[in-house]
């Protein structure tokens, strides 16, 4: 059944007329800018430059005067879940964003009026070791399963400090109701113990695996493990086949899931927020890892007091893979202006601020080779802004994903009165139904 709905989508796309967007102020990100033209064609960027040929059947949008960038990728957000954290236990690396995805939740198609076209949907921050993560394309109209990204690496989400911690120093705010105790662990020392536990329990899970497949690779009999669905993904991350996405604030748990990291000898994709990263920029850039941040967030916790706006640009200095993230439905519509911050604070280029959330992100969520850049061979991803998008009077005009577009700003302006009045007709028809109910309802014995 998966494999004919990807048949028909593929058909679908084949089907799909060319398109030309002309006249552009085109912002490739990593291929500098140009004023000229991009050939979409079966979904992807077919070509591009000052002068494209214009296929006869193609669409062709006239974008004088605009500015044309790619999609916009948020590294680290909540929307289109029907829950985020499974914080009964300490380590619940079995449970699945996949699982609670939700196509119809309203932020979507808000974040796509915003420019914003792929995401990563992660489990919350109240365990230690938390849930598999799910990176989706802001498909408004698709279901659960056709939001996902196709073939994007799986990720798997930590968390360091305060967020796990509270899980086990927090009473019960109903004594004498919820006799639930505080969990293990109740302090970052303990936080940090959990997660190295777990990975000893992953090394030896596998090492139980490489024994039973040795053994039938001599032909003896063997017994397989039994499986471990909460090993089996840190399993992957120690083989570099799942990356690992960190929330974590403070320069000291920085240093310390970096030294763990050592230790059990993986990479860390991505610190998330890390907001004293500034203090201890080096020491990620020399262990490879990556940073996504916010711009000027501060002060809503106690980790959050040291953040400053320059966090971003002085991690890019020193060398950091830098990316900005939302962590919030409202914040991931203008992720345009929160890179335009950079320039102010920090000094970016308008490249360098723009890859903060275009390529910078797709890095850090290992899909760079199909999106986060305008280069021919890669998704047709793309977002028309009547202005340059760093400027804080930009609007998105229209929004392209796969070649096929989810957002046009003047057809939802031109809709909204229809669905204005369907609205009412429909309430009127709810009012309508409850009276015609109420006198029957008053006529029924006790």
Not at 336 to 346: D, F, P, S
Request: hydrophobic share 40%.
């Amino acid at each position: 059944m998966m494999r004919l709905c990807i048949l028909l989508a593929a058909a679908a796309a084949l089907a799909a007329p060319p398109v030309v967007i002309r006249n552009a102020n085109v912002l490739t990100v990593t291929k500098g800018r140009f004023q000229g033209s991009i050939l979409v064609r079966d979904g992807k960027i077919a070509e591009m430059g000052p002068k494209v040929l214009e296929p006869p059947d193609a669409l062709v949008i006239d974008a004088a005067g605009q500015y044309v960038m790619p999609g916009i990728i948020d590294p680290h957000s909540h929307i289109a879940s029907e829950s985020t954290n499974e914080g009964s236990i300490s380590v619940s690396s079995m449970v699945a964003i996949e699982d609670v995805l939700n196509p119809e939740d309203i932020a979507i198609y808000r974040a796509l009026a915003g420019g914003v076209t792929t995401i990563a949907v992660m489990h919350g921050s109240a365990n230690a070791v938390g849930g598999q993560c799910s990176t989706i394309k802001l498909r408004w109209g698709r279901d659960a399963r056709g939001l996902l990204f196709e073939g994007a690496p799986p990720i798997l989400k930590f968390a360091m400090g305060e967020n796990p911690k509270r899980r086990g120093s927090t009473p019960s705010p109903f004594p004498g109701v919820s006799e639930t105790p505080p969990r293990y662990p109740a302090s970052r020392m303990g936080v940090e113990d959990v997660m190295r536990q777990a990975f000893l329990e992953a090394l030896a899970y596998r090492d139980s695996w490489r024994q039973y497949e040795a053994k039938r690779s001599r032909g003896e009999p063997a017994l397989p493990p039994r499986r471990d669905l909460k090993l089996e993904p840190l399993v992957e991350v120690l083989e570099g086949r799942r990356l690992a996405h960190v929330h974590c604030y403070r320069a000291d748990e920085i240093l310390a899931i970096l030294r763990l990291a050592q230790e059990f000898n993986f990479k860390i994709a991505a610190l998330i927020h890390v907001l004293e990263g500034y203090k201890v920029a080096r020491e990620i850039a020399e262990a490879g890892a990556g940073a996504t941040t916010f711009t000027d967030w501060w002060a809503y916790k106690m980790e959050a007091y040291d953040a400053i706006p320059y966090n971003a640009a002085l991690m890019l200095r020193k060398g950091v893979l830098v990316s900005l993230n939302s962590d919030d439905a409202e914040l991931m519509r203008h992720l345009n202006q929160e890179a335009a911050k950079t320039v102010k604070y920090g000094g970016l280029t308008e490249d360098e601020a723009l890859a903060l959330i275009t390529i910078n992100a797709a890095r850090q969520l290992g899909i760079e080779k199909r999106v986060g850049s305008i280069e021919p061979g890669k998704d047709a991803d793309l977002v028309i802004f009547d202005k340059h998008p760093l400027s804080n009077y930009a609007k998105v005009l229209r929004v392209m994903i796969d070649g096929e577009f989810y957002f046009d700003r003047d057809r939802d302006m031109s809709a909204r009165a229809e669905r204005q009045a369907r609205k009412k007709a429909l309430l009127e028809k709810a009012r309508e139904r409850e009276k015609k109910q109420a006198p029957a309802a008053r006529r029924r014995p006790s």
